[in-house]
């Protein structure tokens, strides 16, 4: 249930989110908006770092494969599209459309294991309900 409900305050913050960054963008330009939700969000972490946990930053170095470090890099430009699909197609298009990729995406890395997560098999009930799900954005643009 705690982890339902920590993933319901991600979606929230994560909507809000875009909404507060394409608006800074309409007074600054996107990549100052993204330069400075990224240096926002490691001040943050800094301070929680500090604060809470304190684990050493060299065992950065030990993470193997080393590409699974590319997660930070693909911050900015999760911000950058973010911000220019709110403001493109607005807030609830924009966010149905990036939590149905991101289903997509994330149920297509556990049918082939990638990325070093378990590999899972193909399950019929999870492909209708994914089909469930593009059939509410067809229903939800529709005029």
């Given at each position: 249930?705690?982890?339902?409900?920590?993933?319901m305050i991600?979606?929230?913050?994560?909507?809000?989110?875009?909404?507060?960054?394409?608006?800074?963008?309409?007074?600054?330009?996107?990549?100052?908006?993204?330069?400075?939700?990224?240096?926002?969000?490691?001040?943050?972490?800094?301070?929680?770092?500090?604060?809470?946990?304190?684990?050493?930053?060299?065992?950065?170095?030990?993470?193997?494969?080393?590409?699974?470090?590319?997660?930070?890099?693909?911050?900015?430009?999760?911000?950058?599209?973010?911000?220019?699909?709110?403001?493109?197609?607005?807030?609830?298009?924009?966010?149905?459309?990036?939590?149905?990729?991101?289903?997509?995406?994330?149920?297509?890395?556990?049918?082939?294991?990638?990325?070093?997560?378990?590999?899972?098999?193909?399950?019929?009930?999870k492909i209708?309900?994914?089909?469930?799900?593009?059939?509410?954005?067809?229903?939800?643009?529709?005029?």
């Amino acid at each position: 249930m705690i982890g339902f409900l920590i993933a319901m305050i991600s979606g929230a913050l994560m909507s809000i989110q875009g909404v507060f960054n394409t608006q800074v963008t309409k007074e600054t330009g996107i990549w100052v908006a993204s330069a400075f939700v990224q240096v926002s969000a490691l001040v943050v972490c800094l301070l929680a770092w500090a604060i809470q946990d304190r684990s050493p930053f060299m065992k950065l170095c030990q993470v193997q494969p080393r590409y699974m470090l590319l997660g930070g890099a693909m911050g900015a430009f999760i911000t950058y599209t973010v911000i220019k699909a709110m403001d493109l197609l607005g807030p609830a298009k924009a966010v149905m459309i990036i939590v149905i990729a991101q289903l997509l995406v994330a149920y297509f890395v556990e049918l082939l294991g990638i990325f070093g997560v378990e590999k899972q098999p193909i399950s019929l009930r999870k492909i209708i309900g994914m089909a469930c799900a593009v059939l509410g954005i067809v229903i939800f643009k529709w005029k």
